[in-house]
């Protein structure tokens, strides 16, 4: 079964940026929609984005505009490219299909730096 490993986290500065990776251990190829999630302290893990296999993206309202998805099949990876930090942003990020398949990797964590 695939296996999914997030990476890229770490502490971003109010209106910094970071780009968050999740590699696949197997081809995404066939999954038509690999989505981004988040959870917050003491809060529920929601979808964020999401991207299909044509490259068709959607977003929550909370990052669109600030958040981009891409996936780069060859390199079974999606990316989360992360703009304009607000202090909501600060959460563990999650990839996996959309909607979830797959078991969950162990996330990446993201924290506002003051």
């Known amino acids: 079964q695939v296996q999914l490993v997030e990476s890229g986290g770490g502490l971003v500065q109010a209106g910094g940026s970071l780009t968050l990776s999740c590699a696949a251990s197997?081809?995404?190829?066939?999954?038509?929609?690999m989505g981004w999630y988040r959870q917050a302290p003491g809060k529920q893990r929601t979808t964020i984005a999401a991207?299909?296999?044509?490259?068709?993206?959607s977003y929550a309202d909370s990052v669109k505009g600030r958040f981009t998805v891409s996936r780069d099949n060859a390199k079974n990876t999606v990316y989360l490219q992360m703009n304009s930090r607000k202090p909501q942003d600060t959460a563990v990020y999650y990839c996996?299909?959309?909607?979830?398949?797959?078991?969950w990797g162990q996330g990446t964590q993201v924290t506002g730096s003051s």
């Open positions: 197997g081809s995404i190829a066939s999954i038509r929609a």
């Open positions: 991207i299909n296999t044509n490259d068709t993206t």
């Open positions: 996996n299909g959309g909607p979830p398949r797959l078991p």
